[in-house]
């Protein structure tokens, strides 16, 4: 007996359709997407916080004093804690 499709579909479009990448429904074509962008938006954010702390750990060392965790916290309008989590883990490296 011939093997039934499990996406509704024949055997021979439901393959082409997984090989494609496609889809006949317009809500998975939409969360495959939504999905592709929110990686992107991944990756830029990753990039973004590697140079924010690149400039935390470069400011710190150029002037700790004037640089404490308390004025670089109010400058970029985080948590104190955050600015001390990026400073550590830029000595440790």
Known sequence: M???PTD?????????IRRSGGTSDARAARAR?????????????????????QLIRRLRAEDPQKWSYGALAAALGCSRELIALV???GEAS
Do not use: N
Not at 8 to 16: E, I, K, L, Q
Not at 33 to 53: P, Y
């Open 8 to 16: 509704g579909g024949t055997p021979s479009r439901g393959a082409a």
């Open 2 to 4: 011939p093997r039934r």
């Open 87 to 89: 400073a550590k883990r």
């Open 33 to 53: 997407e939504l999905h592709r962008k929110a990686v992107e938006a991944d990756e830029l954010a990753a990039r973004l916080r590697a140079e924010r702390d």
